[in-house]
């Protein structure tokens, strides 16, 4: 009888710079093109604007170090799915799916979307985003209807629809967006400060707070702003099995690709604030286009404009990609809709997955603000990551576990940071944001109860 053959396997091809480059690419998008004008509204102050982003660079780094450990013991794909799945039980894996679905790319991808269309509001005030022509209240949500709701929907779409048809082609899109993204930043950032028509007294410049809460609970509610800038610090374990030595190169990756992060966004706030005072920059989306047109003028505003609208599609790009591949993974294991699994005959792409993640990103666009998005995404990510890292302490207990050199340093000090954290935060989220925590709840109850459905269902 012949021996069966050993079945395929993925090569461990990628070295500590590739795996950094996956990291950083992964986490410079919407949150640094799109934040900051919320943070200025909320905190008031320079400094703490500036400061809220060492902190989150921080957390994202304790979270790096606990999430290199996971990847090493699962070396899958699925990254947060796999991990509460093994730790807890399917019904997490679940639910983990649709937070993954809503609040890990559809919610970032409308955001995203949304962002293009305020930079393109340079051109021309009525594609500004947060000034639909048309509000209709439906109760429970508001739809939001206008040309800038329009141009978002219309990027979703055509991407959508790329990723469907065209499959070949998405990965050239994809590094060409990619390189452009950066190029565009690099320029900002030297032409910014080295003729840029900015003024170093605008750091001592406060503004009027937005926000009625002390600054010691809005400083930690405003994290969750700052965790979508930083999302994408755990990239690398979604590629953990094609690392070369991964028990070294993991953890380098993540803290090497964090680092070089946090150093280009300290760089880009501090430009911001450098154009603009910070009670100019209240409640702005499109900070880098009011930055440019302060420090180059209008002309050359409109370049950057057009320049930081165009490298946001790699982010758009990217998610549309890289969703419904988990949707479909996830599916396959049976932790998705078995629909979600389903490839297109000829274009062998999983194309339900990819129209859903679409319409879904749609239907987000016109219900939902763009702050409230973003408080959603943020304290959802920032949820299920605490809840992966909580995971160690299970896990740890197995006699096979290879453990990190990082995180048994003075055990448990770093899983105890990043979930008391978490979990201060998701306190401070609940009180304050209680619509959008409510929106949070019924988001794994619902999860939770689609999961049991399924399962009592007969096959």
């Not at 639910?95 to 509001?121: E, M, N, R, T």
């Not at 994809?174 to 950032?189: E, I, R």
């Not at 699994?341 to 792409?349: D, I, N, R, Y």
């Not at 339900?352 to 239907?363: D, N, T």
Request: with cysteine; glycine share 8%; net charge positive.
């Amino acid at each position: 009888m012949a021996s069966l053959a050993p079945a395929p396997s993925l090569e461990r091809r990628l070295g500590l710079a590739a795996a950094t480059a996956i990291v950083v690419s992964n986490m410079v998008g919407t949150g640094i093109f799109a934040t900051t004008g919320f943070l200025a509204g909320d905190l008031g102050s320079p400094s703490l604007v500036i400061g809220i982003w060492f902190v989150g660079a921080i957390l994202a780094v304790v979270g790096a170090l606990c999430y290199s450990e996971l990847g090493i013991n699962f070396p899958r794909s699925g990254g947060e799915y796999v991990y509460l799945r093994e730790a807890f039980g399917p019904t997490w894996g679940f639910i983990d799916g649709c937070v993954s679905f809503l609040a890990g790319f559809s919610a970032p991808i409308a955001i995203a979307s949304i962002a293009i269309a305020a930079y393109l509001a340079h051109f021309d005030p009525a594609l500004d985003p947060l000034k639909p022509q048309t509000v209709i209240d439906l109760g429970i949500v508001q739809l939001q209807l206008g040309a800038g709701q329009l141009i978002a929907c219309g990027v979703v779409l055509a991407l959508s629809l790329l990723n469907v048809l065209n499959v070949s082609k998405v990965g050239q899109f994809q590094n060409f967006f990619t390189a452009a993204k950066l190029v565009v930043l690099a320029l900002f950032l030297v032409l910014g400060f080295s003729i840029g028509d900015g003024d170093w007294g605008n750091f001592s410049l406060v503004a009027e707070r937005t926000s009625s809460s002390a600054i010691p609970i809005q400083f930690a509610v405003s994290l969750v702003f700052v965790y979508l800038g930083y999302s994408g610090w755990n990239a690398a374990v979604y590629v953990a099995e094609e690392i070369r030595d991964p028990r070294r190169t993991l953890p380098l990756a993540l803290l090497g690709g964090t680092f070089v992060v946090t150093i280009f966004y300290a760089l880009l706030n501090l430009l911001y604030i450098y154009a603009t005072p910070l009670e100019e920059m209240k409640g702005v989306v499109a900070v880098g286009s009011q930055a440019a047109n302060r420090l180059f003028g209008p002309s050359m505003a409109g370049m950057f404009s057009a320049a930081m609208a165009f490298s946001l599609l790699a982010t758009v790009n990217a998610m549309c990609l890289i969703g419904p591949r988990v949707y479909y993974a996830m599916a396959r294991d049976g932790a998705f809709f078995s629909a979600a699994a389903k490839l297109h005959p000829k274009w062998k792409s999983p194309w339900v997955s990819v129209l859903m993640q679409g319409a879904c990103c749609c239907l987000l666009i016109i219900t939902g603000t763009f702050d409230a998005l973003i408080y959603y995404i943020g304290f959802m990510l920032s949820l299920f990551t605490a809840l992966s890292v909580l995971a160690l302490y299970k896990f740890r207990r197995r006699s096979d576990w290879q453990k990190t050199a990082a995180v048994s340093f003075a055990y448990p000090l770093l899983p105890v940071i990043y979930v008391v954290t978490n979990m201060a935060i998701f306190c401070f989220f609940v009180t304050e944001r209680v619509q959008d925590a409510v929106f949070a709840a019924l988001t794994v109850g619902i999860a939770a109860l689609l999961y049991r459905m399924r399962a009592k269902t007969p096959a």
